[in-house]
Structures are given as structure tokens and as C-alpha cells.
């Protein structure tokens, strides 16, 4: 069996499941891979590097397979070279093991289950071509929400899903594919969706040559915002709006629509990284300030190639054929020799000293050399502790009425954010005024919200039942007939399955869906 184009590695197994004609997956399975299997994942398959030689030579070795038909190349360019190399282990190995955790999907907030998708129209246009629906690699993307192809809604599939019994090699087929609700949207957010998708299957086109350094990246971000002209309250809001558009859409739920959210989320991927974001937060950031992912390479290669060209030469490599370059004698401009000073000049520049008046004005003032100012420091140890200690509180105002104004013109923003403004005062204070600069920034929002509050279960078991009968009213109401009731409040509410996990939690929640069960709406 061939592979058909824009397939994926699920769907070519439960192409060949029904050419077989098995009744059991885990049949297919062993005779598919040297290993016991009983089920594989439709998005991050395992064991790959046991296909039966014979399968391999068709459908290719485990590196093709990942980087060709699994959506695995999407997570490559925002994770360390240490973390893929990592994940494609799992991928070869006879168990994924924890891959979505070590992606960073597991604490993300964009989800780590990946439903199967398909798009009616290609479902249609497969049948006719090749006689045979199959399951699509572009729809598969976590991000992509309408078919590339037909511009409609994909839809999602109730197979496979962690709510859904048990493991299934199948095609896409309509009766198991959950219609999406009939909305009218607005032209923006139509716009907001596409682009998101294109961003999103452009970056997995990037997945194996590309990676982007989180370093640069957060610099990149925050050029960008000041290239626009945003201050920080103002990039929140726009940051916002662009969001708003897309929050209401699976798996795009958490995304912020207040000023507030906006702000925390920006901060979150200019601070200095602490792990690697899950890529649908990197392109929701893309597509607000460049529009394109192709934009967003463009200036990340300036950038880079801008900071290479700042280090010093020192730290360039010479090649071996490349001349080592010759010593220039430099003239030095002739140095003016120390001279004897009057007892009414030195007194005088003894007394501007002990105020902490710079060596430069001295110079200039009195035309004298730094070598005589250093002499006379020397020779007056008293003079010279008044001149450092004078000094260093002139230098100590001034850095704080810097700093202060900087909070002072961005209120509502983090100890990082105005630190990423002026690092190099920052680091100066924390040096010389540390007592100063800690007691300041406690005045200073923290910049996260709701990491160490207390959570209210009560409020959110309230919150769960509300989407829940909302979801039922929203079936019954477009699809009364329907007997997937269950499957449909499941995918309209995708946080459901997960809170139930929680046993002793959301008991108001859990006693509706037993009611629910014993009025005979739900399975």
C-alpha cells in the first residue's frame, strides 16, 4: 500500500486495517510491528523503529514517518536540540512514555489531546478520487481549524477520543464526525482564523530546519512591540483584541481577553525562559505582530545576524587560509606631563573633589592631566573617600530617579518587563542600592496572576455545570434527534473529561451528569 498525499501514519495503518480485512486492531498491529502493541497514538506514534522490513521499505524508515506524516515537526522549532533528539527516542522506542509532557503540552494551556479532524469537502473529494476517505496531516495541527483546501470547518472526530472507549484504526467518516454548530462570523475573526492556520502549517513546514533560539526570540518580541510604538498598556489592549478572536475556538480557550490576561501572557514570553511554551502560544504572538510566520523568520535572521556581528572579533574563528591580520601601529595622542599646582589652585580643586565633581570637569576646568587629579587623590586619602562617597550618592539619585520613572510611565507593569526595558540600570542598582531597588519593586505588580491563590472549587464546579447544561441545550436545540449527546457536550466542553479526574471535586457537576444518565440523555 502507497501512501496518498498529505496522509498520515494513522491513517495509512487503518487503510490497511480495512484492506486486511481484521477485525482487532492489535491484529494489524502485529503484523505491522515486531513488537506487541496493542493500540499506537494517531498523533505522536511509538515503536516506529519496529515496522517489519518489508513495511518499512514501502512506507519508509522511522525518520520519514515522523517528520513526514505525524505533526510532530510543529513542536521542533521553539524546543532544545536536547528535547527532539529526546522525543524521537519515545517516537522509535516501544512506548511514548511522557513525550507530552516533556514537550511541555501536559502544563500547557492549549491541551495535550489532539482529536482526529476531517473536512467534509476532502471527505467527498478522496471518495472520488481514490476511493477511499483518509485522514488528512494538514488537518491534524493543533492551530489549524478550517480545511487549507475547501476554506470550511473541519470537524472532529469521536474516535480515539480519552472519553470514548477503546482504541480504533478507522477512517474518516461522517457518522462519527461531531458537526460544528452554525455560526456567522465576523469578517475579522474569519481572518483571525485563517490566518492562524496558514502560521501554523508554515511553521510545521519549518519543523526540521529550523530552530529558534528562546533568547533571541524574547528579544525579538520586544523590539517588535517598540517598533510598533505600544507602551505597555497599550500592547495589552491590541494583544487583546487579536486574541479575542480566536479565544472562543477549541483548543484556543485560554487564550486572555481582558487587558489584564493580555499583559500577563506578553510578559510570559518576554521574561528570560525558564522552559520551552507550547508553539500555538508562540504563533498567536506571531501572527499579532508580524502577520506571517514567514515575516517572523525574516526578522529573527536579522537579528541573529546583527548580534553576530557585534561580538568581538576575538570570538570569531579564523579559518585556516584566512591571513592573519597585521599590527597597525596606532599614533597616540601626546600626554600632557602632570604640572606643579599653585597652593590657591589645588585648594580649589581639593574643594570641588571632596563635592564629588568629576575628574573630567577638573581636567577641563583647570587643564590638567587625570594622572595630577589621581596624585592628588592620592596624596589626600580624606579628600578621596568624601570625593567616592559623594560620587557614588550622586550616581545613586540618579539611577533612582531613572528607574522611577520608568515605573512611573508603566504602572501596571512587572519588576521584569521595566527591567527589560533598561537592563543595564537594573543591574547597576542591584549592585550598589540593592536595599532600595527590592523595597521599590515590592510596590510593583508581580506580573502573574493566580500561580500561588487559593482555588476557589466551588466557584469553578459552578462555572462546569453552567457549560455543561449549555452544551446540552445547544444539542438539543440543533440536533435534537441526535444519540451522540454525550459525545457532543464532551467536545463542546473539552475541560469536562479532565475536571472529572478529579474525585473528590465538582460534586454539583457530577450529580447533574447522573441525573442526566438516569433521564436516559446521556450513555
Request: charged letters at 20%; a positive charge; proline letters at 6%.
Amino acid at each position: 500500500m502507497k501512501w496518498l498525499k498529505d496522509e498520515t501514519f494513522f491513517s495509512i495503518c487503518s487503510r490497511q486495517h480495512a484492506a486486511w480485512g481484521n477485525l482487532n486492531p492489535s491484529t494489524t498491529l502485529h503484523m505491522l510491528f515486531n513488537s506487541r502493541n496493542q493500540s499506537t497514538k494517531h498523533d505522536f506514534p511509538h515503536s516506529l523503529d519496529t515496522l517489519h522490513s518489508n513495511i518499512r521499505a514501502k512506507w519508509g524508515d522511522a525518520d520519514s514517518i515522523i517528520y513526514r506524516r505525524t505533526i510532530f515537526p510543529l513542536f521542533m522549532p521553539f524546543q532544545s536540540h536536547s528535547r527532539i533528539q529526546t522525543a524521537m527516542q519515545m517516537l522509535k522506542g516501544n512506548s511514548p512514555g511522557s513525550i507530552k509532557y516533556r514537550l511541555g503540552l501536559i502544563t500547557g494551556r492549549f491541551g495535550a489531546e489532539h482529536p482526529l479532524k476531517a473536512c467534509s469537502g476532502c471527505i467527498e473529494m478522496d471518495i472520488s478520487r481514490h476511493g477511499v476517505a483518509y485522514w488528512h496531516l494538514s488537518h491534524q495541527f493543533p492551530g489549524v481549524l478550517i480545511c487549507p483546501i475547501h476554506k470550511i470547518w473541519l470537524q472532529e472526530s469521536t474516535l480515539n477520543r480519552r472519553w470514548a472507549g477503546r482504541f480504533q484504526l478507522a477512517l474518516p467518516d461522517q457518522a462519527a464526525l461531531i458537526p460544528r454548530p452554525a455560526k456567522d462570523l465576523n469578517s475579522l475573526t474569519l481572518m483571525a482564523v485563517k490566518q492562524l492556520a496558514d502560521a501554523t502549517l508554515d511553521l510545521a513546514s519549518l519543523g526540521t530546519i529550523k530552530s529558534f533560539d528562546p533568547l533571541h526570540v524574547r528579544s525579538l518580541y520586544r523590539n517588535a512591540i517598540a517598533d510598533l510604538g505600544y507602551a505597555s498598556q497599550q500592547a495589552a489592549a491590541s494583544f487583546a483584541q487579536h486574541s479575542s478572536q480566536l479565544q472562543p475556538f477549541h483548543p484556543l480557550t485560554s487564550l486572555p481577553t481582558t487587558e489584564q490576561k493580555a499583559s500577563t501572557y506578553i510578559q510570559q514570553l518576554m521574561r528570560p525562559p525558564r522552559g520551552h511554551s507550547h508553539p500555538l502560544k508562540h504563533l498567536v504572538m506571531i501572527t499579532w505582530l508580524f502577520g506571517t510566520v514567514d515575516a517572523f523568520v525574516d526578522a529573527y535572521d536579522r537579528l541573529t545576524k546583527i548580534q553576530e556581528q557585534n561580538l568581538p572579533d576575538a570570538t570569531q574563528p579564523l579559518s585556516k587560509d584566512q591571513p592573519k591580520p597585521k599590527r597597525t601601529e596606532t599614533k597616540q595622542p601626546k600626554q600632557l606631563r602632570p604640572k606643579t599646582l599653585k597652593p590657591t589652585i589645588r585648594a580649589q580643586i581639593l574643594r570641588l573633589l571632596s563635592k564629588g565633581t568629576s575628574k573630567n570637569t577638573i581636567c577641563t576646568k583647570f587643564h590638567i592631566t587625570i594622572s595630577t587629579v589621581n596624585k592628588l587623590l592620592r596624596a589626600e586619602p580624606q579628600i578621596k573617600d568624601s570625593w567616592t562617597a559623594a560620587k557614588l550618592k550622586m550616581n545613586l539619585l540618579e539611577h533612582r530617579k531613572k528607574w522611577t520613572a520608568l515605573s512611573n510611565s508603566s504602572p501596571n507593569s512587572s519588576t521584569s518587563t521595566i527591567r527589560a526595558q533598561d537592563p543595564k540600570l537594573y543591574a547597576w542598582l542591584y549592585r550598589n542600592d540593592k536595599a532600595w531597588l527590592t523595597n521599590k519593586n515590592s510596590e510593583l505588580p508581580t506580573g502573574r496572576t493566580g500561580n500561588h491563590s487559593k482555588i476557589n472549587w466551588t466557584e469553578r464546579d459552578i462555572e462546569l455545570e453552567k457549560k455543561v447544561l449549555n452544551a446540552l441545550a445547544q444539542t438539543l436545540s440543533e440536533r435534537p434527534k441526535n444519540d451522540n449527546i454525550t459525545y457532543s457536550i464532551y467536545t463542546l466542553v473539552p475541560s469536562l473529561f479532565v475536571c472529572l479526574q478529579k474525585a473528590n471535586q465538582y460534586p454539583r457537576t457530577r450529580a447533574l451528569l447522573l441525573s442526566l444518565k438516569k433521564q436516559k440523555l446521556l450513555s
